[in-house]
C-alpha cells in the first residue's frame, strides 16, 4: 500500500458506536481485535472504546476500586467504513449490530462526542466516584459510630472527602452530624 492511500485511508476513520450484549463489551472488544489482525485490516481501524469509569466501593469497610461500564451494552469503534469493515465488525461474535444511520451505512459520531467520553473515563481513573450516590433531604440510617441506628437526613454531600452532614434527631431536637460515606446506609 502506497503511502498516499495509508495516509487517505486514516484521514476516512470516523467513530462508529456498536451495539453489544450487555456485559460482554470487553469479549467484543477483544474478538473485534483478533478478527482485525486476522484479515489484516488493521490499517482500516484505529482505537476501540469500551466506556468505563473506576468506581469506589466500601465492602465489610475495605475501600475497593471497580470499574463500571456507563454505556453498558456499547463499544465504540474507530473504522473507515465499507463493504469489508462493516461486515467484519457486524459478524463478530457478541455484536447486534451499530447503532444508528441506514441499515447498511451506519452514520458516524462525532470526534467531539467520543472525546467527551474519553474525557469522562479519564476523570474516572483519576478520582474515582463512590458506586453509591447521595442525595440532600435522602433518609440514611448510620450504622456505625456513636449515633449508630438513628436515622436522619442529609444535609449536604461531599464527595472529595467522602463525607455527609446529616441531621440526626436526638433528644426531640435535630443534630448536624459530619459522617464518613460507610458509617450510614441508605434506608
Not at 468505563?52 to 466500601?58: K, L, P, R, S, Y
Request: glycine fraction near 6%; proline fraction near 4%; charged fraction near 30%.
Amino acid at each position: 500500500m502506497s503511502d498516499i492511500s495509508s495516509s487517505t485511508l486514516a484521514n476516512s476513520l470516523r467513530w462508529y458506536v456498536v451495539h453489544a450484549y450487555s456485559g460482554m463489551e470487553k469479549a467484543v472488544e477483544r474478538n473485534l481485535r483478533e478478527r482485525i489482525e486476522r484479515s489484516g485490516m488493521q490499517a482500516k481501524f484505529g482505537r476501540i472504546l469500551v466506556p468505563t469509569e473506576e468506581v469506589v466501593e466500601v465492602k465489610n469497610g475495605k475501600k475497593t476500586v471497580t470499574e463500571r461500564r456507563f454505556f453498558p451494552g456499547y463499544v465504540l469503534v474507530e473504522m473507515a467504513m465499507e463493504d469489508d469493515t462493516w461486515h467484519l465488525v457486524k459478524n463478530t461474535s457478541k455484536v447486534t449490530g451499530f447503532v444508528g444511520g441506514a441499515k447498511n451505512r451506519p452514520a458516524p459520531v462525532s470526534e467531539h462526542e467520543v472525546m467527551k467520553i474519553v474525557n469522562q473515563m479519564q476523570e474516572g481513573a483519576e478520582k474515582p466516584r463512590p458506586k453509591v450516590e447521595w442525595e440532600v433531604g435522602e433518609v440514611v440510617r448510620v450504622k456505625d459510630g456513636p449515633f449508630t441506628d438513628f436515622n436522619g437526613s442529609i444535609e449536604e454531600v461531599n464527595y472529595d472527602k467522602s463525607k455527609l452532614r446529616v441531621s440526626v434527631t436526638i433528644f426531640g431536637r435535630a443534630t448536624p452530624v459530619e459522617l464518613d460515606f460507610d458509617q450510614v446506609e441508605k434506608v
